[in-house]
């Protein structure tokens, strides 16, 4: 398991993800990270959650 860092347009999220043999199997945001982010930007968790999950998808495909 290792946490990165990934930007959003709602700043900087922690995003873990969990590996078996060398394939990625989940990945979560940060939940404290979600709600800070949510709470300064005035929107709803989910829309943020929904970010981080993208950008650590995008990440992931682009190798980084």
């Known amino acids: 398991r290792e946490v990165r860092k990934v930007s959003t347009m709602y700043g900087t999220i922690g995003v873990k993800t969990a590996y078996l ?13 979600v709600a800070s982010a949510a709470t300064v930007h ?10 981080a999950l993208s950008a650590a998808r995008i990440r992931q495909t682009a190798g980084a």
């Not at 005035?42 to 970010?51: N, S």
């Open 21 to 33: 043999n060398g394939e990625a199997v989940n990945v979560m945001p940060e939940y404290d990270d």
């Open 42 to 51: 005035g929107v709803p968790f989910t829309t943020v959650w929904e970010a």
